[in-house]
């Protein structure tokens, strides 16, 4: 009989991730809740004791809720949330660590899983902290800001570079002292880019030429030596290496800035030597009147990007400049807008249609999903200021006057479904057809 697997909190980001991993394996029985009934707490201890594992995919409380339905002896929970890392009756779930270790995995009810950091410190430090070659006591720093792509890293970084070097002392660039001028214009001496030749690779060679080999060499004008890597993560091993021997001793006025989307990539060596700095989401209305005013974007146009870029100021700016965007968002609205009047055997057509767009699919159904929010606003409220596609006013009251609440309910739950469907390889063609039937139905 196949091992039963059952996953609490499937719907999320690391549910759907464990989901995709498991799916298409034949070993193993996955029992899945039906939609309407994930948050039944009787359907989820029903699953939960019928499955011999279940991945804990949930908010903390949530996770502690989901242990307490646990009645079957032999039913065992693996849980991703941080609720029970350091729980007694818990495996610390790094089997890596020792044969004691992967001992209480194998024979654990219980196991709970430690989370990226202290992963990808805690595997490499344990056996050198347990043979005495690292002293406990021993202190490992050195400065990382880590986000995602266009987030604000590169400015904050030369934000903070220009702060530490600038003239006035204060606690931001004062913008007209000598220093503050030359940086602005990329040529001041103290402050270090790292340039490297190959695109997708910083090599050995780029850090000791540029950092290790001049690191020695004092401030040319300036209080502190600042060293900005950007894109960090595409520094090799060897590099790593490289600049490991540098980071564990560095002279008192040198600063180095490491950015990067993806910091456990990085040596366990390196991340512990780093004081990490993760970027949050920008304000949306900060974003859109900064693409109004550097970027002259319609207001119109501004909401739609913003509403995309979830915080991201580097995604808005690429959205509002990206012809792409532009095509995928108005091939969405166009077949939305005329899907009442295609008959079942042009579906074929639109489906041809939507997979134009087959490696952005998840922006194409976030457009749609986008202009249901729409449709929904206004048929509850009638306020065509809080709409986001105000450029298609008409057609969205067309849509609310049409559409029932349920109805728009069923649609947005069907796009939702389309997205996990499609990350369990299900045929696209058939999920698109499935959901456009959805739509044209409500």
Known sequence: MKPKVYIDGKEGTTGLQIYDRLASRDDIELLLIDETKRKDPDERKKLINAADITFLCLPDAAAKEAVSFVEKDSARIIDASTAHRTAPGWAYGIPELSDMHKDAVVHAKFTANPGCHASGFVIPVYPLVASGMIPKETPLTVFSLTGYSGGGKKMIADAFSMTLECEKKGTEPCMECHSCKQALGKNQPDIIYLQHEKPNTISVDDIRSQINNDIGVKPYSSPYKVYIVDEAEKMNVQAQNALLKTIEEPPAYAVILLLTNNAEIFLPTILSRCVRLSLKAVPDEKIKAYLMKNYEVPDYKADVCVAFAQGNVGKAIELAESEDFNEIKNSALQLIKRLDDIELYEMTEAVKQISNYKLKINDYFDLIMIWYRDVLL?????????????????????????????????????????????????????????????????
């Open 378 to 442: 206004y048929k509850a409220t009638a306020d065509v200021n809080k709409l986001i596609f105000k450029e298609e006013v008409y057609e969205i009251k067309k849509e609310a006057s049409r559409s029932s609440y349920g109805g728009i309910e069923n649609i947005l739950e069907a796009l939702e479904k389309a997205k996990i469907r499609l990350n369990a390889n299900v045929n696209f063609d058939l999920v698109i057809e499935l959901l456009l039937l959805t739509i044209k139905e409500n």
